[in-house]
């Protein structure tokens, strides 16, 4: 089985620890960075070759995983020259990859099963499988609902219940047919596209931990979690 995971971008919303750390890098408890945790899991799962698509203080991280052999894994590079959004890395990747893989990115901490994801991804037949997880929002205001200047509903500091993209994709190669290898690809237009063509993705929906590591209080959160929650992400690695 073969991952891509998506390690390009500057980490601009978890400065200052990524002035001089590729965000993937940042240490999570005393021993561990997010991306060898990743590394380590995806081994475990049964992936065997991962790419590694870099760009911001790409030899950093060209330097600390190596060749992958210290995972089991083979590991190899697609520096980005300029950045290409979320999906347009694997356009300059298409000839390399197999019919269908694993992308994701490269701060994400969970204990979802990379494998299952593929497999329930190569069994649907869907063009693209997004993990989702559940989250809950509190608004702290009444809300009105409004309809020519007339207030026609009115609720009370609500909760809105959704689903959200955890950063974990299976993929199908013909997915990226049409589009052109070294122009930014964004994440929302290829769902987009696929919606609009009546062909649509497949959601795998994952109820149990899941962490962005995308703000400083992510990360804080992540560094008090960890002790407890090893075993848990690291289990079989």
Known sequence: MH????????????RPYTTALPKPLVPIGDQHAILEIVLRQLSAAGFTHVTLAIGHLGEIIRAYVGDGS???????YAPEESPLGTMGPLLNLRDRLPESFLVMNGDVLTDLDYADVLCR??????????????????????VLTTDDSKVVAFTEKPSMDYRVSMGVYGVSRSTLEGYTPGLPLGFDELVLDLIRAQNQPHAYDFDGYWLDIGRPDDYDRANAEFTTRKSLLLKGA
């Open 3 to 14: 991952a891509v995971i998506l390690a390009g971008g500057k980490g601009v919303r978890l």
């Open 70 to 76: 210290q995972w089991a894994l083979t590991v190899d």
């Open 121 to 142: 991804h190569r069994e649907s037949g869907a063009p693209l499988t997004i993990a989702t997880y559940a989250r809950k929002v509190h608004i702290d205001f009444g």
